[in-house]
């Protein structure tokens, strides 16, 4: 599985990361721990699944955290999360 993290200010891409779960896990373990590994290299804290993520991930295997789904302040727009590859 191959997951695109990307982070996006005034409609410009800031840095993006791609990352590759190949372990035998489930699919929600690969997308956790996918997430914390972008997190931690973008020095982020964890953001928070609200009901409007989860509906877009399952629809779309695609979803963006904005400033209401992290607890710390961000200094950019959105942190959109992408399945590019299962």
Same mark, same amino acid.
């Given at each position: 599985?191959?997951?695109? /993290?990307?982070?996006?200010?005034? !409609?410009?891409?800031? =840095?993006?990361?791609?990352?590759?779960?190949? #372990?035998?896990? @489930? =699919?929600?373990?690969?997308? /956790?721990?996918?997430?914390?590994?972008?997190? +931690? @290299? /973008? #020095?982020?804290? =964890?953001?928070?699944?609200?009901?409007? !993520?989860? @509906?877009?991930? %399952? %629809?779309?295997?695609?979803? =963006? /955290?904005?400033?209401? !789904?992290?607890?710390?302040?961000? #200094?950019? #727009? +959105?942190?959109?999360?992408?399945?590019?590859?299962?």
């Amino acid at each position: 599985m191959r997951i695109w /993290f990307k982070e996006w200010k005034d !409609n410009h891409m800031l =840095r993006d990361l791609v990352v590759c779960e190949e #372990d035998e896990d @489930t =699919r929600t373990h690969k997308i /956790f721990h996918a997430l914390d590994e972008a997190c +931690y @290299t /973008f #020095d982020l804290s =964890r953001p928070l699944w609200l009901d409007a !993520n989860i @509906t877009e991930f %399952k %629809k779309h295997a695609k979803t =963006r /955290f904005s400033k209401d !789904n992290f607890v710390d302040g961000i #200094d950019f #727009d +959105y942190l959109e999360m992408q399945v590019i590859e299962e």
